[in-house]
């Protein structure tokens, strides 16, 4: 009766790993390894030892995909004690963003070990059998449910992305409207603050860009860099830019999984976004909330993008384009960062 048991929880344990992996719950694929558990993908290649790497690892995989389907199909296993081996049978078809795509099969050649939690992976060794790259004729469709990514997120998916923001060290406030906003970021910058404000559709239409550049409560560095000759000044423009007291802007998307994404032309605010500034506030329309990294990545390339390339063509007489990528997966100084998250959409 043991052995019967232990087979059927090695059974459920593989068939949680496929589970975890179409949900992208990377935190429940990791923890169904051992503390010292491995797993190895020489074809692709990528080796994660440990739960830690493998959680940072499927973010990073799963940030590729545009969709990808897993199918698990159990094959041997050999009890020996607290331990076992076996193999597990997969077919597997994907599409990453930038438009690679095609169907493989695979074995899993994995070693399980009986631990306090239950059966536990400690090592699995991908192996492809098959690999067809031919285009796919299908597609992944949308839930009709699913907002779309100009449509604000409900309250529920705010509170859990910003739940996920403050477990990754930024402070997150969820306020009404962009009045609430400008209000609150009156009380968040001291005066004769200086302040740089990013380029961005959300302080411009919610009047806080003015509030702070003409206003004349803070050291305003815009206003500064641009009475400046860009060619005889260019150090100095570089260095208000990159590092003062506070940077105001906005973000490409926001994840139910607590990352921050931004994206850029120029990449003037990136220095200050990712640490130059002492102090960030961006405000953030529900609109950008998505479920996660991947999510984001296609909302900045089919959503926000054609927008701003729109409006650059318009003022500038030339596109846009997304030349700087910055992802915040955590704030290692608590306080630093604060997100004022809407719960209406306003800017791109």
């Known amino acids: ?25 990377r935190g429940r694929l990791a923890a169904l390894f051992t503390t010292d558990g491995a797993l190895r993908m020489p074809n692709i290649p990528v080796e994660l030892i440990g739960r830690d790497e493998i959680l940072a690892g499927g973010e990073r995989l799963q940030a590729q995909w545009d969709f990808f389907v897993q ?10 004690g607290d331990t076992a081996s076996g ?7 994907a599409r990453t963003l930038d438009g690679r795509e095609g169907q493989n099969y695979a074995v899993y050649h994995d070693q399980y070990r009986r631990t306090d939690e239950g059966w ?13 790259t031919t285009a796919l004729p299908g597609s992944a469709p949308r839930a009709a449910a699913e907002p779309g990514f100009g449509e604000p997120a409900s309250a529920p998916r705010l509170e859990r992305a910003a739940a996920a923001l403050r477990a990754n060290g930024f402070t997150v406030e969820i306020l009404d409207d962009v009045a609430a906003a400008r209000g609150r970021i009156a009380g968040l910058i001291p005066a004769g603050a200086t302040v740089f404000t990013s380029a961005s559709e959300t302080l411009r239409l919610s009047g806080i860009d003015a509030d ?23 150090d100095e423009i570089r260095r208000l830019l990159a590092s003062p007291d506070v940077v105001v802007g906005s973000v490409a998307a926001l994840t139910e999984t607590g990352s921050i994404v931004v994206a850029s032309g120029s990449g003037s605010q990136i220095p ?10 961006w405000v953030v329309g529900a609109q950008k909330v998505v479920p996660d990294l991947g999510t984001a990545l296609r909302r900045v390339e089919e959503h926000a993008l054609p927008l701003e390339d729109a409006r650059a063509r318009a003022v500038y007489g030339q596109g846009s384009a997304v030349n700087r990528l910055l992802v915040l997966n955590a704030e290692p100084h608590p306080g630093r960062c604060t997100v004022l998250l809407l719960r209406e959409a306003i800017g791109f």
Request: proline share 2%; aromatic share 8%; net charge positive.
């Open 120 to 132: 536990r992976f400690a090592e699995r060794v991908y192996e492809v059998r098959y690999v067809d």
């Open 87 to 93: 193999r597990a049978y997969m077919q597997e078809l």
């Open 1 to 25: 009766m043991q052995a019967i048991a232990d087979r059927v929880e090695i059974d459920a344990l593989r068939s949680e790993f496929s589970d975890a992996v179409m949900m992208r719950d």
């Open 212 to 234: 702070i550049n003409a206003g004349g409560r803070y050291d305003a560095v815009k206003p500064r860099v641009l009475a400046m000759d860009r060619a005889t000044r260019a």
């Open 71 to 80: 199918t698990t199909h159990p094959g041997s296993v050999r009890l020996d």
């Open 272 to 281: 200050s976004y990712s640490g130059g500034a002492a102090r960030a506030i």
